[in-house]
């Protein structure tokens, strides 16, 4: 069983910027995933950008040159940067970690509010 818990959600105006951040504990696989989707109310939720304990990296084409997703594999823990926030990103985000390339359970936090006024 793995545990997530996320910090740094809030609210900030358009323009400003954010960092989120997720520490994982538990029984954790060493090679795996952590990443981060979010979640406005009457859509789906989407994956916002993803990073692998090797480091690589994808991110979703409307975050692409605003967040940077990093980790510090030491402490389990990953960030999202997110600069240059718009209304549109507004949602609950949700830390997610899975195993990489062996199939296994997504493990999700609870969820942090971010919320943009324009």
């Known amino acids: 069983q793995v545990q997530l818990v996320e910090s740094g959600g809030g609210l900030v105006q358009a323009g400003g910027s954010l960092r989120l951040s997720c520490a994982a504990s538990?029984?954790?696989?060493?090679?795996?995933?952590m990443g981060w989707y979010r979640q406005a109310p009457g859509k789906q939720r989407e994956l916002v950008a993803h990073i692998t304990s090797g480091g690589s990296t994808i991110y979703a084409n409307s975050v692409k040159g605003r967040f940077t997703i990093s980790r510090d594999n030491a402490k389990n823990t990953v960030y999202l940067q997110m600069n240059s926030l718009k209304s549109e990103d507004t949602a609950v985000y949700y830390c997610n970690l899975k195993r990489t390339w062996v199939l296994g359970p997504d493990y999700w936090g609870q969820g942090t509010q971010v919320t943009v006024s324009a």
């Open positions: 538990g029984s954790i696989f060493s090679s795996n995933t």
